[in-house]
């Protein structure tokens, strides 16, 4: 997660009963670092939220992580891990941060 300001929080939850065990700020983030994730914040037209939302629509599955970044083509994406239980495989979709249009879908079959 993180504030407007760019600083990420790191959340994590029991897989099991899905409760919050551990949460804190990143430490090795730095000044620059948090400038350049809020200006992504401030430059994506949808939400984590809208993404997911994306992602589940074409996988059944568990989110496991999502991630505001670019990709090859210099675009704003949000990268969401859905991880479906039937087989395991993890399914990463890069949701358009400005469109929210599905760019690219990748099977992780580790």
């Known amino acids: ?3 407007a ?3 990420v929080h790191r959340v994590e939850i029991d897989a099991v009963g899905g409760k919050v065990f551990r ?3 990143d430490p090795d983030q730095d000044a620059g670092d948090k400038r350049e994730l809020a200006d992504r914040l401030k430059r994506a037209g949808q939400t984590p ?3 997911v939302e994306k992602a589940t629509g074409r996988s059944d599955g568990t989110v496991t ?3 505001l970044g670019e990709n090859d083509a210099n675009r ?3 990268s969401v891990d859905v991880v ?3 087989d395991w495989n993890k399914t ?3 949701v358009d941060a400005a469109s929210g249009e599905i760019l690219r879908e990748h099977v992780d079959r580790d």
């Open 23 to 25: 949460t804190g700020q």
């Open 49 to 51: 939220q809208q993404a």
């Open 76 to 78: 704003l994406v949000w």
């Open 84 to 86: 479906t239980t039937r």
């Open 5 to 7: 300001d760019g600083t």
């Open 92 to 94: 990463t979709h890069d």
């Open 65 to 67: 992580g999502v991630e």
């Open 1 to 3: 997660m993180a504030t």
